[in-house]
Structure formats: structure tokens, C-alpha cells
């Protein structure tokens, strides 16, 4: 998962220099000695293209829309959810570890480690703060579509 504009970014470059690879390799195929290996290595690249596609996807509409965020269906899925409301918000992690009383450093091993060195306090502290910016931004966009 993108957790970040730097990866965003990073992640788009990625996304043209696979494609330009696979471009060249399919190029190449008809040329080439082992057609077998180099389909394998076209069919290989097709689905990581389509991997990052789908995080760089997912991304741009986190930041897209707000109101796209998803319901916490399972514990699960609880430490990528606090990091889609992060995106959503539009919030870096230091903004967020501001919020928090954290350092930065802090948040970026949480998300790394999809939390699994959180303490569930701290888990619960964070997803407290994501909360309330939720429902503070929800009804200010409430306010402002009936007035």
C-alpha cells in the first residue's frame, strides 16, 4: 500500500520504467531465442504493472474523496484502514504524530509494521485522533451542502 506522497510519486516513476520494459521486451519476443522464458518475464512484469497500478489507483482516490473511506470491518483490516484515513485526511505521518504527541519516526515503524508494535492503546489513540478529524471534516461538509 502507498502510504505517502513521496512513495506516490516514486511509485509512478516505477510505473513508466515497468512499462517501458515491458514494451522493449515485447518488442524483443519476436527475436528472441526462448520465446517461453521472455513470455514468462512479459506475463511476470504484466501483474506487477497491475499490483501498482491498483495501489496507485486506491491512492489517488483516498485523495480524491474524502468520503470514500472505508467502514473498519474486521480488526484485520484495522491497520490499513488508519492509514487510508491518514491518506484520506490528506495528512503526512508527521502531521498525524503531531496530533498524536508522537515523533514522526514513531508513526512511519507503526505503518511500516502495519502496527504491529503498537501497544493497543496507543493504536487506539491514534485512531481516535483519525476519528474525530473524520467526523469534524464530515460534518463541516454536511454543513456546507445544506447551506
Known amino acids: 500500500m502507498i502510504t505517502n506522497d513521496r512513495q506516490f510519486k516514486k511509485s509512478g516513476v516505477e510505473m513508466i520504467k515497468l512499462k517501458a520494459l515491458r514494451q ?4 524483443r519476443l519476436t527475436r528472441a531465442d526462448n520465446p517461453t522464458q521472455k513470455t514468462l518475464q512479459i506475463d511476470r512484469l504484466k501483474k506487477e504493472i497491475d499490483q501498482l497500478g491498483l495501489e496507485l489507483e486506491e491512492y489517488r482516490y483516498l485523495r480524491a474523496d474524502f468520503a470514500c473511506f472505508p467502514e473498519l470491518l474486521s480488526c484485520q483490516s484495522l491497520p490499513l484502514n488508519l492509514i487510508r484515513a491518514r491518506v484520506a485526511l490528506g495528512w503526512s505521518q508527521k502531521e498525524l504524530a503531531d496530533r498524536c504527541r508522537l515523533k514522526p519516526q ?3 515503524r507503526y ?5 504491529a508494535s503498537a501497544k493497543l492503546s496507543r493504536v487506539l489513540e ?14 463541516r461538509k ?6
Open 24 to 27: 522493449r521486451l515485447e518488442r
Open 106 to 108: 514513531q508513526i512511519q
Open 111 to 115: 505503518e511500516k509494521t502495519l502496527y
Open 126 to 139: 491514534i485512531s481516535q485522533s483519525l476519528c474525530q478529524a473524520i467526523k469534524e471534516r464530515m460534518d
Open 142 to 147: 454536511s454543513s456546507a451542502n445544506q447551506g
